[in-house]
């Protein structure tokens, strides 16, 4: 297989973070992303949707530049994960009309957008992995709005029993997620949620779960990384009091056969898959195409994350390569 000629791979990513927000992004993740991109002689930058620009006048022979400089998709990989965060809604739309846009023009995108989409939602993610083996976590989809407190969503709420867990359908971090212990409870959020229309979904709510994030890199089971949840907000995470440890041992083959079953329903180089146990039962909770790599947990765990990341990165070269060897 021929190499790849990619010299620069670049996050499209919605910059609405204050000051305080884009310094601890830049040392708990892109500085080190640049930093291992660099080792492989790639350049890793960030940009907003609106840094790019197209000129289709002659549509045969578009021209694409990145903030004045000219890109091709020979040289450039985009990274086209979809950010709904509450202060990235207003870039939403920009987003997917890029994406899209940039697959029209040849550019290479590991994380293609009509999968990215799926990801992003709750709700679709559920529906697309309908098969799985371990199988994804039972799910109730709410529109919010000036007529949600009229309870017409409750015949969706028959199947699940109280207390049940409520969190935005496509944000991310943990951000918005609240126990609702009865009707009342979740009216409130309802209301809440519907001064900005996010919608919101449902699941059963479990006491101290146990989740394990296994990331993959070209279908393979590359590292995996377990603990505890202390509360219910965001992933297995120290800055909440959460323990977490790497774990080497060798996964259940439920779970190894739900991993393949992912990767055959959403074909890109790298992910995670998020699984939570209550103990007895197990549920496939998340899968991202952007899921951190932990760093800072310590020395040893550090070395797998950045060998891990380089991976990724080698994988998309490997991905873009293929690319250009199918199109000549």
């Given at each position: 297989m021929p190499e790849s000629t990619v010299r620069r791979v670049c996050w499209i990513y919605p910059e609405r973070a204050s000051a305080h927000q884009r310094a601890y992004e830049d040392r708990a993740v892109w500085d080190t992303l640049r930093s291992l991109a660099k080792n492989l002689s790639l350049e890793l930058s960030l940009?907003?949707?609106?840094?790019?620009?197209?000129?289709?006048?002659?549509?045969?022979?578009?021209?694409?530049?990145?903030?004045?400089?000219?890109?091709?998709?020979?040289?450039t990989v985009f990274v086209t994960m979809l950010w709904s965060l509450p202060h990235q809604t207003q870039d939403v739309?920009?987003?997917?009309?890029?994406?899209?846009?940039?697959?029209?023009?040849?550019?290479?995108?590991?994380?293609?957008?009509?999968?990215?989409?799926?990801?992003?939602?709750?709700?679709?993610?559920v529906l697309h992995l309908a098969g799985s083996p371990i199988p994804p976590m039972p799910t109730v989809k709410?529109?919010?709005?000036?007529?949600?407190?009229?309870?017409?969503?409750?015949?969706?709420?028959?199947?699940?029993?109280?207390?049940?867990?409520?969190?935005?359908?496509?944000?991310?971090m943990g951000l918005?997620?609240?126990?609702?212990?009865?009707?009342?409870?979740?009216?409130?959020?309802?209301?809440?949620?519907?001064?900005?229309?996010?919608?919101?979904?449902?699941?059963?709510?479990?006491?101290?779960?146990?989740?394990?994030?296994?990331?993959?890199?070209?279908?393979?089971?590359?590292?995996?990384?377990?603990?505890?949840?202390?509360?219910?907000?965001?992933?297995?995470?120290?800055t909440i009091g959460a323990k977490?440890?790497?774990?080497?041992?060798?996964?259940p083959e439920r779970m190894l056969s739900t991993i393949a079953y992912v990767a055959e329903r959403l074909p890109t180089p790298y992910f995670t898959v998020d699984f939570i146990s209550d103990g007895e039962r197990e549920w496939l909770s998340e899968v991202e195409f952007d899921g951190g790599a932990?760093?800072?947990?310590?020395?040893?765990?550090?070395?797998?994350?950045?060998?891990?990341?380089?991976?990724?990165?080698?994988?998309?070269l490997a991905g873009h390569a293929a690319r250009t060897a199918a199109a000549s």
């Open positions: 940009h907003k949707p609106e840094d790019v620009s197209v000129d289709a006048t002659d549509p045969a022979r578009p021209k694409v530049y990145l903030k004045g400089e000219r890109v091709t998709p020979e040289d739309a920009n987003q997917l009309f890029l994406y899209t846009v940039l697959e029209r023009l040849g550019f290479y995108l590991p994380m293609p957008p009509r999968l990215s989409y799926i990801v992003a939602d709750k709700m679709a993610t709410i529109g919010t709005g000036r007529d949600a407190m009229t309870g017409h969503y409750d015949p969706a709420l028959d199947a699940l029993d109280f207390p049940v867990l409520v969190k935005p359908a496509n944000w991310a918005g997620v609240s126990v609702v212990h009865n009707v009342h409870d979740l009216r409130g959020v309802i209301g809440l949620a519907g001064g900005s229309e996010t919608a919101l979904v449902a699941q059963p709510y479990i006491a101290n779960p146990r989740e394990t994030r296994v990331y993959v890199v070209e279908g393979q089971v590359r590292a995996v990384l377990s603990g505890w949840k202390e509360g219910y907000c965001g992933m297995v995470n120290r977490r440890q790497w774990a080497y041992a060798e996964l932990a760093f800072g947990l310590d020395e040893e765990s550090d070395r797998v994350a950045a060998e891990m990341v380089e991976d990724r990165f080698r994988a998309y």
